[in-house]
Protein backbone atom coordinates (compact mmCIF):
# COMPACT_ATOMS: atom_id res chain seq x y z
CA UNK A 1 0.00 0.00 0.00
CA UNK A 2 2.58 2.63 0.63
CA UNK A 3 4.46 2.01 -2.76
CA UNK A 4 0.88 2.80 -4.29
CA UNK A 5 0.61 5.69 -2.36
CA UNK A 6 3.65 7.09 -2.75
CA UNK A 7 3.62 6.77 -6.49
CA UNK A 8 0.36 8.01 -6.55
CA UNK A 9 0.90 11.11 -5.03
CA UNK A 10 4.65 11.49 -6.71
CA UNK A 11 2.97 11.35 -10.04
CA UNK A 12 0.58 13.32 -9.16
CA UNK A 13 2.46 16.45 -8.08
CA UNK A 14 5.49 15.85 -10.38
CA UNK A 15 2.67 15.88 -13.41
CA UNK A 16 1.01 19.35 -11.88
CA UNK A 17 1.82 21.75 -15.08
CA UNK A 18 4.22 19.20 -17.16
CA UNK A 19 4.03 18.80 -20.87
CA UNK A 20 1.63 16.05 -21.13
CA UNK A 21 -0.89 17.90 -18.84
CA UNK A 22 -0.26 21.22 -20.51
CA UNK A 23 -0.99 19.61 -23.75
CA UNK A 24 -4.50 18.16 -22.93
CA UNK A 25 -5.57 21.26 -21.07
CA UNK A 26 -4.61 23.48 -24.30
CA UNK A 27 -6.11 21.41 -26.86
CA UNK A 28 -8.91 20.88 -24.39
CA UNK A 29 -9.06 24.39 -24.39
CA UNK A 30 -9.03 25.34 -27.78
CA UNK A 31 -11.35 21.89 -29.35
CA UNK A 32 -13.53 21.94 -26.28
CA UNK A 33 -13.66 18.68 -23.64
CA UNK A 34 -13.98 16.23 -26.06
CA UNK A 35 -13.91 12.48 -24.03
CA UNK A 36 -12.14 11.35 -26.94
CA UNK A 37 -8.86 13.21 -25.79
CA UNK A 38 -9.89 12.52 -22.04
CA UNK A 39 -9.63 9.04 -23.04
CA UNK A 40 -6.84 8.46 -25.07
CA UNK A 41 -4.38 10.76 -22.24
CA UNK A 42 -5.62 8.06 -19.50
CA UNK A 43 -4.77 5.81 -21.69
CA UNK A 44 -1.70 7.26 -22.97
CA UNK A 45 -0.85 8.06 -19.11
CA UNK A 46 -1.43 3.76 -17.93
CA UNK A 47 0.70 3.09 -20.56
CA UNK A 48 3.54 5.06 -20.01
CA UNK A 49 3.35 3.67 -16.01
CA UNK A 50 3.42 0.35 -17.68
CA UNK A 51 6.81 1.23 -19.40
CA UNK A 52 8.20 2.38 -16.62
CA UNK A 53 7.30 -0.32 -14.35
CA UNK A 54 8.36 -2.78 -16.89
CA UNK A 55 11.94 -0.97 -17.50
CA UNK A 56 12.47 -0.90 -13.45
CA UNK A 57 11.53 -4.36 -13.16
CA UNK A 58 13.67 -5.70 -16.17
CA UNK A 59 16.80 -3.64 -14.30
CA UNK A 60 15.88 -4.14 -10.63
CA UNK A 61 16.42 -7.78 -9.73
CA UNK A 62 19.74 -8.38 -11.87
CA UNK A 63 21.00 -5.27 -9.21
CA UNK A 64 22.79 -6.40 -5.97
CA UNK A 65 20.83 -3.88 -3.17
CA UNK A 66 23.22 -1.06 -3.05
CA UNK A 67 23.40 -0.73 -6.88
CA UNK A 68 19.47 -0.24 -6.97
CA UNK A 69 19.69 2.14 -4.29
CA UNK A 70 22.14 4.37 -6.88
CA UNK A 71 19.49 3.53 -9.97
CA UNK A 72 16.30 4.90 -7.44
CA UNK A 73 18.59 8.28 -6.61
CA UNK A 74 19.94 8.49 -10.66
CA UNK A 75 15.82 8.37 -11.55
CA UNK A 76 14.94 11.01 -8.80
CA UNK A 77 17.85 13.06 -9.99
CA UNK A 78 16.92 12.82 -13.69
CA UNK A 79 12.96 13.72 -12.77
CA UNK A 80 14.25 16.76 -10.89
CA UNK A 81 16.34 17.81 -13.97
CA UNK A 82 13.73 17.39 -16.21
CA UNK A 83 11.28 19.45 -14.10
CA UNK A 84 14.65 21.89 -13.64
CA UNK A 85 15.59 22.13 -17.55
CA UNK A 86 12.70 21.63 -19.97
CA UNK A 87 10.20 24.64 -20.59
CA UNK A 88 6.87 23.77 -20.65
CA UNK A 89 5.46 24.58 -24.13
CA UNK A 90 1.77 25.79 -24.65
CA UNK A 91 -0.22 23.54 -27.31
CA UNK A 92 0.39 24.87 -30.88
CA UNK A 93 -1.96 27.43 -31.90
CA UNK A 94 -3.73 25.42 -34.43
CA UNK A 95 -3.65 21.68 -33.38
CA UNK A 96 -4.12 19.13 -35.06
CA UNK A 97 -7.65 17.47 -34.84
CA UNK A 98 -6.33 13.76 -35.25
CA UNK A 99 -6.41 11.96 -32.64
CA UNK A 100 -3.97 9.24 -34.20
CA UNK A 101 -1.15 12.18 -33.83
CA UNK A 102 -2.34 13.42 -30.49
CA UNK A 103 -1.79 9.80 -28.75
CA UNK A 104 1.78 9.30 -30.43
CA UNK A 105 3.28 13.04 -29.08
CA UNK A 106 1.09 12.47 -25.72
CA UNK A 107 2.65 8.97 -25.52
CA UNK A 108 6.48 10.60 -26.54
CA UNK A 109 5.91 13.38 -23.53
CA UNK A 110 4.81 11.05 -20.53
CA UNK A 111 7.50 8.63 -21.39
CA UNK A 112 10.24 11.00 -20.61
CA UNK A 113 8.82 12.90 -18.18
CA UNK A 114 9.56 13.69 -14.68
CA UNK A 115 6.23 11.82 -13.23
CA UNK A 116 7.74 8.69 -15.42
CA UNK A 117 11.44 9.50 -14.21
CA UNK A 118 10.00 9.34 -9.99
CA UNK A 119 7.95 6.37 -10.69
CA UNK A 120 10.77 4.24 -12.17
CA UNK A 121 12.76 5.32 -8.82
CA UNK A 122 9.75 4.16 -6.76
CA UNK A 123 9.56 0.57 -8.37
CA UNK A 124 13.48 0.27 -8.40
CA UNK A 125 13.36 1.15 -4.68
CA UNK A 126 9.84 -1.13 -3.71
CA UNK A 127 9.13 -4.56 -2.47
CA UNK A 128 5.70 -4.14 -4.39
CA UNK A 129 6.56 -2.97 -7.76
CA UNK A 130 2.87 -3.95 -8.92
CA UNK A 131 1.40 -1.74 -6.64
CA UNK A 132 3.60 1.54 -7.29
CA UNK A 133 2.54 1.05 -10.79
CA UNK A 134 -1.04 1.14 -10.57
CA UNK A 135 -0.61 3.72 -8.06
CA UNK A 136 1.89 5.50 -10.80
CA UNK A 137 -1.12 4.95 -13.51
CA UNK A 138 -3.83 6.03 -11.31
CA UNK A 139 -1.79 9.60 -10.53
CA UNK A 140 -0.92 9.90 -14.52
CA UNK A 141 -4.87 9.62 -15.38
CA UNK A 142 -4.90 12.14 -12.88
CA UNK A 143 -3.36 14.67 -14.23
CA UNK A 144 -4.46 13.76 -17.34
CA UNK A 145 -7.91 14.49 -16.01
CA UNK A 146 -6.87 17.79 -14.72
CA UNK A 147 -5.55 19.36 -17.75
CA UNK A 148 -8.60 17.82 -19.43
CA UNK A 149 -10.92 19.48 -16.75
CA UNK A 150 -9.21 22.53 -16.06
CA UNK A 151 -8.57 24.21 -19.73
CA UNK A 152 -7.03 27.44 -20.54
CA UNK A 153 -8.10 27.97 -16.48
CA UNK A 154 -5.47 25.34 -15.73
CA UNK A 155 -2.59 26.84 -18.00
CA UNK A 156 -3.23 30.41 -16.53
CA UNK A 157 -1.88 29.22 -13.48
CA UNK A 158 1.84 29.68 -12.87
CA UNK A 159 2.50 26.49 -12.95
CA UNK A 160 6.32 26.90 -13.87
CA UNK A 161 7.36 28.42 -10.57
CA UNK A 162 5.49 25.28 -9.17
CA UNK A 163 7.95 22.65 -11.32
CA UNK A 164 10.94 24.45 -10.36
CA UNK A 165 10.40 25.23 -7.10
CA UNK A 166 9.85 21.20 -6.76
CA UNK A 167 12.70 20.32 -9.44
CA UNK A 168 14.91 22.00 -6.68
CA UNK A 169 13.15 19.82 -4.38
CA UNK A 170 13.66 16.73 -5.80
CA UNK A 171 17.86 17.27 -6.69
CA UNK A 172 18.81 18.22 -3.10
CA UNK A 173 16.40 15.42 -2.22
CA UNK A 174 18.42 13.13 -4.52
CA UNK A 175 22.36 14.64 -3.98
CA UNK A 176 21.37 14.39 0.35
CA UNK A 177 20.36 10.35 -0.41
CA UNK A 178 23.25 9.94 -2.62
CA UNK A 179 25.92 11.51 -0.27
CA UNK A 180 23.81 9.47 2.52
CA UNK A 181 23.93 5.93 1.17
CA UNK A 182 27.72 6.93 -0.19
CA UNK A 183 28.75 7.78 3.15
CA UNK A 184 26.87 4.96 5.20
CA UNK A 185 28.29 2.37 3.01
Keep these: MTGFL ?7 LAGLGARDQVLV ?13 LLIGMASAALAAAGAVWLAGSFAPLLPPAARQML ?6 LAALEMLLWR ?3 APDEPTQSLGAFSVVLFGLQLTDAARFLLFAI ?5 LPGAAGVGGAL ?8 GWVGGQALLDLPLARWRRWLGGALLVLAIGIGLFLRLGA
Design 72 to 77: AVLALA
Design 25 to 37: AGIAARLGQRFSL
Design 6 to 12: LAFIATV
Design 139 to 146: GGMVVVAI
Design 123 to 127: VVASL
Design 88 to 90: VKP
